[in-house]
């Protein structure tokens, strides 16, 4: 498969494809799975079935980091103005504030990491696929687009599945889903609307999920950050920042009060040496 053709298989509603089409999209076998000399150019296309992320900023910086913001440098060099003075009580109240709220985001980010990590460890397991007709049990890391897994009580979704085959499957999905009971797959109903919500879609299974009874078989049609799981991952890592226009407003007043603060203070230091 052309790396084109591995975007665009990705893009699919899987939900809403037939199994036949789903075999043709993905040049699988249903009862076969993938034939194993597939396997090592699937890999170099498609990479490992992992959550992958940037590297992260040493502790250090990362909590000097906190500090750059307008106010925050107005702050500290407010305070280091009353040190100079020998007004030490405002400028420990000044530098206690800046280091807290420091202390805060940098709380803050730590813990999105740390979700991160959770949700890497959540599709990091061991699967049970058939390849060439032949059951084999390997890391989920190895697994591939088009690759036929099967699924038993006590087994994690190692990467979003297409169900062909359900005998009494139930899986937890409440960490993707937030559903406080197992949901009960079903793949009498060949294909579901394109609009069906992520939680009702009875004939996937996704990844980090976890089957709490019965068993099951289904196609793996999207491995690490392409999975629901991983977009998640990604959606934290971006971090985006939803500013109000009062936020933008105030931001931008420190912004311009910062320069302002300078302005003056170079101008009091040159008519100081005048």
């Given at each position: 498969?052309?790396?084109?053709?591995?975007?665009?298989?990705?893009?699919?509603?899987?939900?809403?494809?037939?199994?036949?089409?789903?075999?043709?999209?993905?040049?699988?076998?249903?009862?076969?799975?993938?034939?194993?000399?597939?396997?090592?150019?699937?890999?170099?296309?498609?990479?490992?079935?992992?959550?992958?992320?940037?590297?992260?900023?040493?502790?250090?910086?990362?909590?000097?980091?906190?500090?750059?913001?307008?106010?925050?440098?107005?702050?500290?060099?407010?305070?280091?103005?009353?040190?100079?003075?020998?007004?030490?009580?405002?400028?420990?109240?000044?530098?206690?504030?800046?280091?807290?709220?420091?202390?805060?985001?940098?709380?803050?980010?730590?813990?999105?990491?740390?979700?991160?990590?959770?949700?890497?460890?959540?599709?990091?397991?061991?699967?049970?696929?058939?390849?060439?007709?032949?059951?084999?049990?390997?890391?989920?890391?190895?697994?591939?687009?088009?690759?036929?897994?099967?699924?038993?009580?006590?087994?994690?979704?190692?990467?979003d599945?297409?169900?062909?085959?359900?005998?009494?499957?139930?899986?937890?999905?409440?960490?993707?889903?937030?559903e406080?009971?197992?949901?009960?797959?079903?793949?009498?109903?060949?294909?579901?609307?394109?609009?069906?919500?992520?939680?009702?879609?009875?004939?996937?299974?996704y990844?980090?999920?976890?089957?709490?009874?019965?068993q099951?078989?289904?196609?793996?049609?999207?491995?690490?950050?392409?999975?629901?799981?991983?977009?998640?991952?990604?959606?934290i890592?971006?971090?985006?920042?939803?500013?109000?226009?009062?936020?933008?407003?105030?931001?931008?007043?420190?912004q311009?009060?910062?320069?302002?603060?300078?302005?003056?203070?170079?101008?009091?230091?040159?008519?100081?040496l005048?």
């Amino acid at each position: 498969m052309t790396a084109k053709a591995i975007n665009n298989a990705q893009e699919h509603q899987w939900h809403n494809l037939p199994e036949d089409k789903i075999s043709y999209i993905l040049a699988t076998d249903l009862e076969k799975g993938l034939d194993e000399t597939e396997i090592p150019q699937r890999l170099r296309e498609y990479g490992a079935n992992e959550l992958t992320a940037k590297e992260g900023k040493p502790i250090w910086l990362k909590f000097i980091l906190q500090f750059n913001q307008p106010l925050l440098i107005i702050l500290v060099c407010a305070g280091a103005i009353k040190a100079l003075l020998g007004e030490w009580i405002n400028a420990s109240v000044i530098w206690g504030v800046t280091t807290t709220n420091a202390i805060i985001s940098f709380t803050q980010e730590s813990q999105a990491e740390s979700a991160i990590a959770a949700l890497a460890s959540a599709v990091r397991t061991e699967a049970t696929v058939i390849r060439s007709g032949k059951k084999l049990k390997i890391t989920s890391q190895e697994l591939v687009p088009g690759d036929l897994v099967l699924l038993t009580s006590g087994d994690k979704v190692p990467a979003d599945l297409r169900l062909i085959k359900t005998r009494d499957l139930q899986i937890d999905e409440s960490a993707l889903t937030g559903e406080s009971v197992a949901v009960e797959k079903d793949t009498e109903e060949e294909t579901l609307p394109p609009e069906t919500p992520l939680a009702e879609r009875l004939n996937m299974a996704y990844a980090g999920g976890f089957v709490t009874f019965g068993q099951g078989s289904g196609i793996v049609v999207a491995t690490g950050n392409k999975t629901e799981t991983g977009k998640i991952s990604q959606l934290i890592e971006q971090r985006v920042d939803l500013t109000t226009p009062l936020t933008r407003k105030f931001n931008q007043f420190s912004q311009n009060w910062l320069y302002f603060v300078l302005f003056a203070a170079t101008m009091t230091f040159a008519i100081g040496l005048g």
